[in-house]
């Protein structure tokens, strides 16, 4: 039967997973905004603004929809996790606090100006209003992933009476883990945005778009994968070894290690088997997972047998990882194709375009898969030997609880067919937009005479 | 004196503070999207009414974050108290405030043929958010109560919350609009206050009578003569608006900034009543604000950067208010 804490961890997953692809997509969206605005400025081309005035409208319905999950988040704590503010409230509060403080208000506030305020104040204040959203995302990125990050490695605090007191909040924010993490997600959220601008501007210029715009926007995408992707194979692999020296248990299931031995394989595929505790249909490269995480041939890896009752589920462990890597390597890949392609001739092959709309989304595929190895990793530990999360659960019945993820799922369904939806719209949309059309923004976002018509130009 | 006695109160201070602007900032804009029409011929004026909140909302609902948040930082344990009683509701306002907050960005991007349907998204995403707000608070003020009679109270709150967001709502829209659109507001302000002002006069007759602590707090204490200016002027704030709306129409705008004004001191003295009758508690009759505070080193720390950084939320704040001031035009979504 479904208890309360299956349906609180259920409804928690559906809530971070739901909220997370917004900002995911934020972080960075508003750093390239921020870009296209500076060239616009520098330059006066006004491609720039026109690739700004079309993803500002995105980073708007993104926004929005960041905005609605994150405070549905806030909530989750009190209403299904009392136990974990009881606990760790100490610690949890002032970082979670800093985060609306510091970076909520500035975004927000200053969000009104970036998309309403063009014609109210100077330029140069424009601009600074899409930096200071932009220093806001990120703020809001450092400070949750300070906590996220003490979460699976606790540092910096005592424990009185069954509490965590700080002891120093210097060891609190830089735990040793966050360093590793908020580089991993902020490359993680660049990724993710490179394909995401150059996926729907390749549907754009597919439609038959022959504006400049979406190609500068393909090309600023594409530049940004290339150099992003093998920084991120780097990142991702010191994040690796920090996770192996402070969290051995979650990188054993990584890796499909159920028995502590030297000189372990790169497992490519296995079906891991939690009840036999071994794998099964093994293929492998010999000897390096030792080489990757100790640097040598031999080295020993624990084994999962050493965490008994206290690792977490393989399964989804060692599948979320393999996912994550494979979409990352496959992002290198065709962001440097891409590149190369573009540099003998002016646009793209067509097979290419379809290739790159397809994985529009697959920052989101790698960056749920990476949040799952690290947060499914952590089991069953909500905070790393502070507390267990079957420890942290309510005590509302589960029929409130299975109402209100019934609630949720439904409407998160319904919401993410929506988005993506109305991103394809609004790409089909400015296919359609005169090239040069700057002046007299309308109420459809400078959406004026066709001049083309829509189903012409989707055939085209 | 002993920090671990004076934290919680600024604190409490705090929190109030973020209370109060929540409901005076999120209210008008709960308030807009209760009254917007529905008919197909009114779509110029829900958008100007939408152009009127557009740069504001996503601020203004930041407010209620912030008020959850330094409940959850600095009483966690009156932070799991209320949300374990109110765990309904609470879920319902959230799914009302997902839907309001993504059918605003929508309605403007989506097809002209979906564009009513998220029109109407938007007001009853504005209507549930409103009515769960004021079941909560009612529920909250006489003790999460299920019985028949706490459930009449909470509804009768629920009732009043959403008036006076309108009553906050119409009055914005009196500042912001002109012609038709503001005379249509100047009725619906009249019908919205009267009811606002039944709620009001009703939940201070029942809690006194219901919360026997709230009665000795108001009658029976030498301060009732200090405390006497709080109804006063909440019913002052009331009459001066009634008789400045009856005689106000849209050539003579000059006042039209002034009903907002009265509605904000209604709001104020109805939440420093609110406080009044409840101090030290932070959940009514159940647990105290030194009772629910967290560590006062966490309370120092996060104190610290609050005490920088409000000021300067609130500074920006006002600066975008006077970036868009003046008539609400159309959007220029862009």
């Known amino acids: 039967m479904l208890d309360t804490l299956l349906l609180s961890r259920l409804q928690f997953a559906a809530n971070i997973s739901f909220h997370i692809l917004f900002p995911t997509i934020n972080i960075a969206l508003c750093w390239v905004l921020c870009y296209f605005k500076l060239r616009s400025n520098f330059s006066g081309h006004p491609m720039w603004m026109r690739a700004y005035r079309f993803w500002v409208k995105v980073f708007a319905l993104t926004f929005a929809l960041g905005v609605v999950s994150g405070i549905t988040m806030s909530f989750q704590f009190g209403t299904n996790w009392p136990g974990y503010m009881e606990t760790v409230g100490n610690i949890a509060g002032p970082l979670l606090g800093y985060e609306v403080l510091t970076a909520f208000f500035l975004e927000a506030t200053f969000l009104g100006i970036m998309l309403f305020g063009i014609n109210r104040v100077p330029n140069r204040i424009h601009t600074l209003s899409t930096l200071l959203v932009g220093i806001g995302t990120s703020l809001s990125a450092f400070w949750i992933l300070a906590l996220d990050s003490w979460m699976q490695t606790p540092a910096g605090f005592e424990m009185r009476e069954g509490v965590a007191h700080a002891t120093s909040w210097w060891d609190v924010i830089f735990n040793p883990s966050f360093p590793y993490r908020l580089t991993h997600t902020l490359l993680s959220s660049g990724l993710t945005v490179a394909f995401f601008i150059a996926g729907l501007s390749a549907y754009r210029i597919r439609l038959g778009d022959t504006k400049k715009a979406p190609q500068a926007a393909l090309k600023t995408g594409l530049v940004l994968a290339a150099v992003l992707a093998p920084l991120q194979v780097f990142v991702g692999d010191l994040h690796g070894l920090n996770t192996f020296q402070h969290q051995p248990a979650k990188v054993a299931a990584m890796e499909g290690v159920w028995h502590t031995e030297r000189g372990a394989p790169l497992l490519l595929f296995a079906l891991p088997d939690e009840e036999a505790q071994t794998n099964h249909y093994e293929i492998g490269i010999p000897k390096a997972a030792s080489l990757i995480l100790t640097h040598d041939m031999n080295g020993e890896i624990k084994g999962l047998n050493e965490f008994e009752g206290n690792h977490p589920p393989v399964a989804p462990v060692f599948w979320g990882f393999r996912i994550m890597v494979g979409i990352g390597l496959l992002m290198w890949a065709t962001a440097w194709l891409s590149i190369a392609m573009m540099r003998k001739r002016p646009t793209l092959p067509n097979g290419l375009l379809r290739l790159l709309e397809a994985m529009t989304f697959s920052g989101w595929v790698a960056s749920l898969a990476g949040w799952y190895v690290t947060e499914i990793g952590r089991q069953p530990w909500l905070v790393t030997g502070v507390l267990k999360t079957a420890d942290a659960v309510t005590t509302v019945p589960p029929m409130h609880v299975g109402y209100s993820l019934f609630m949720y799922v439904t409407v998160y369904a319904l919401l993410l067919w929506a988005y993506i939806h109305t991103l394809r719209l609004m790409a089909r949309k400015s296919v359609t937009v005169e090239e040069f059309e700057l002046r007299g923004p309308t109420m459809q976002g400078g959406f004026t005479q066709p001049t083309v018509d829509i189903a012409k130009g989707a055939t085209s | ?334």
């Open chain 2, 1 to 334: 004196m002993n920090e671990a006695a004076w934290l919680p109160v600024i604190f409490l201070g705090l929190m109030g503070l973020a209370v109060l602007v929540y409901a005076l900032l999120d209210g008008y804009d709960l308030g807009v999207g209760i009254l917007m029409p529905m008919k197909t011929a009114n779509e110029t004026d829900r958008d100007i009414m939408i152009a009127s909140i557009g740069p504001f909302w996503d601020a203004n609902e930041t407010w209620l974050v912030l008020a959850v948040g330094l409940m959850l930082i600095a009483f966690p344990a009156a932070h799991s108290l209320v949300f374990f009683h109110l765990y309904l509701p609470a879920a319902t306002m959230l799914i009302g405030l997902i839907l309001r907050g993504v059918a605003f960005d929508f309605r403007a991007k989506a097809s002209l043929d979906h564009k009513l349907a998220w029109d109407r998204t938007f007001k009853i995403g504005s209507l549930i958010t409103s009515l769960s707000q004021g079941y909560m608070l009612g529920q909250y003020v006489i003790g999460f109560d299920q019985s028949a009679m706490g459930q009449f109270f909470s509804l009768l709150s629920a009732a009043g919350v959403t008036a006076a967001y309108c009553y906050i709502g119409a009055a914005w829209l009196i500042m912001k609009t002109e012609n038709a659109l503001q005379l249509k507001a100047i009725q619906q302000a009249k019908l919205a206050g009267r009811v606002t002002l039944l709620g009001i006069v009703a939940v201070s007759l029942v809690n006194p009578l219901v919360n026997p602590l709230v009665f000795q707090r108001w009658f029976e204490q030498p301060y009732f003569i200090f405390v006497l200016p709080i109804p006063a002027i909440c019913f002052a704030a009331f009459f001066f608006n009634e008789r400045l709306l009856k005689h106000m129409t849209s050539h003579n705008d000059r006042k039209s900034w002034l009903p907002i004004l009265y509605v904000a001191c209604i709001f104020m003295m109805s939440f420093i009543a609110l406080g009044f009758s409840f101090y030290p508690y932070i959940v009514p009759n159940k647990l105290t604000i030194w009772e629910a505070a967290s560590a006062p080193e966490s309370l120092q720390f996060i104190l610290a950067g609050t005490v920088i950084v409000v000021p300067m939320i609130l500074a920006y704040t006002v600066f975008a208010y006077w970036v868009f001031r003046g008539k609400a035009t159309e959007l220029r979504y862009y």
